[in-house]
């Protein structure tokens, strides 16, 4: 049974983050998140992995500040979502 509330929960954080990046790609803020969006459409990669590649990302910040107990790092994001399809290392 746990397992079954574990991956919703997995399901549900990660449609959640998906359509935070959706949300910062319509509204081009941060301005980084769409051309990242439009810079691996253009070497060819389908919409569905960009957006988890840039969610993994943005998993990755909301990780660390809550870790550190710190505000969102925008500078290092943006810098994290132009580095793509490299992802940043496990913190």
């Given amino acids: 049974m746990t397992d079954a509330i574990d991956n ?3 399901e549900f954080a990660e449609s959640t983050l998906i359509q935070a990046i959706e949300n910062q790609i319509e509204s081009d803020n941060p301005p980084a998140a769409k051309a990242t969006f439009n810079k691996l459409t ?3 990669y389908e919409r569905e992995e960009i957006l988890q590649l840039m969610a993994h990302v943005l998993a990755a910040e909301i990780d660390a500040l809550l870790e550190a107990d710190r505000p969102f790092d925008t500078e290092w994001y943006e810098q994290a ?3 793509l399809p490299e992802l940043p290392p496990e913190a």
């Fill in 8 to 10: 919703d929960e997995e």
């Fill in 42 to 44: 253009l070497v060819g």
């Fill in 81 to 83: 979502l132009r580095k």
